[in-house]
């Protein structure tokens, strides 16, 4: 179960940060600036990472 809710933390991760490189967030969300917009990208695939990661990796 831990992996699954691991699973879909990066999978939502990875959404946030498709919909970020599309333009669509900011449908929903007004950045200040361009450069907060690729911030909040980069955290977005740093967390999508940090969860697959912790997904299949064994501990």
Known sequence: MK???LFLGGCLS???AW???TG??????D???P???MGF???CCAMAGCCFMACF???
Not at 24 to 29: A, F, R, W
């Open 3 to 5: 992996n699954l809710l």
């Open 14 to 16: 990875l959404y946030l």
């Open 19 to 21: 919909i970020t490189g």
């Open 24 to 29: 669509e967030i900011l449908e929903y969300i």
């Open 31 to 33: 950045f200040a600036d």
């Open 35 to 37: 450069l907060n917009e």
């Open 41 to 43: 990208f980069g955290c």
């Open 57 to 59: 990796c064994k501990s």
